[in-house]
């Protein structure tokens, strides 16, 4: 007996592919689930192995003294004598100047900033109250607060 399909061939193509996604839907389902079992078997086995080993002997005893351990314990935490020295650094202000703007005429430029309600035209070098600016760039102007000798930078994006 012969049977022969009349199909175009984008039926063809369509009932090819169709074929090949379900073969490999299965494959791939019937390779999962054995795989878990065999780790869920793995771990249960090594749970219940006792190898008489006491943990306790390998813990070390709490230094009195954290400055004395090769390698600090508090991690992400300050020691007193770290939040003591920060205490004694004043903090820089933030800066009070606000971006206002740029004019170039005649090659010229010339940058505004804002101080409160002041609007001023800086350049470099220039000192304003306790700051000085360093530099003008596209992106940025560099001010040094100076009683700190701490810079800053005002974004200009």
Same mark, same amino acid.
């Given at each position: 007996?012969?049977?022969?399909?009349?199909?175009?061939?984008?039926?063809?193509?369509?009932?090819?592919?169709?074929?090949?996604?379900?073969?490999?839907?299965?494959?791939?389902?019937?390779?999962?689930?054995?795989?878990?079992?065999?780790?869920? @078997?793995?771990?249960?086995?090594?749970?219940?192995?006792?190898?008489?080993?006491?943990?306790?002997?390998?813990?070390?005893?709490?230094?009195?003294?954290?400055?004395?351990?090769?390698?600090?314990?508090?991690?992400?935490?300050?020691?007193?004598?770290?939040?003591?020295?920060?205490?004694?650094?004043?903090?820089?202000?933030?800066?009070?100047?606000?971006?206002?703007?740029?004019?170039?005429?005649?090659?010229?430029?010339?940058?505004?900033?804002?101080?409160?309600?002041?609007?001023?035209?800086?350049?470099?070098?220039?000192?304003?109250?306790?700051?000085?600016?360093?530099?003008?760039? @596209?992106?940025?102007?560099?001010?040094?607060?100076?009683?700190?000798?701490?810079?800053?930078?005002?974004?200009?994006?």
């Amino acid at each position: 007996m012969n049977l022969r399909f009349n199909l175009s061939p984008w039926k063809k193509n369509a009932a090819i592919v169709a074929a090949a996604v379900t073969v490999a839907a299965g494959v791939v389902a019937g390779r999962e689930r054995p795989t878990i079992e065999l780790i869920q @078997d793995k771990f249960s086995a090594t749970r219940v192995a006792d190898d008489g080993i006491d943990l306790g002997k390998l813990q070390r005893p709490e230094s009195a003294d954290p400055q004395s351990e090769p390698v600090a314990r508090n991690f992400g935490q300050q020691t007193p004598a770290q939040v003591a020295n920060a205490a004694d650094k004043p903090a820089v202000p933030p800066l009070p100047f606000r971006y206002f703007g740029r004019l170039t005429e005649n090659g010229k430029t010339e940058v505004f900033v804002m101080r409160g309600d002041d609007l001023l035209t800086i350049h470099p070098g220039q000192k304003i109250g306790e700051y000085r600016v360093d530099k003008i760039a @596209d992106a940025a102007i560099s001010f040094t607060y100076l009683p700190l000798k701490m810079k800053q930078t005002l974004d200009l994006q």
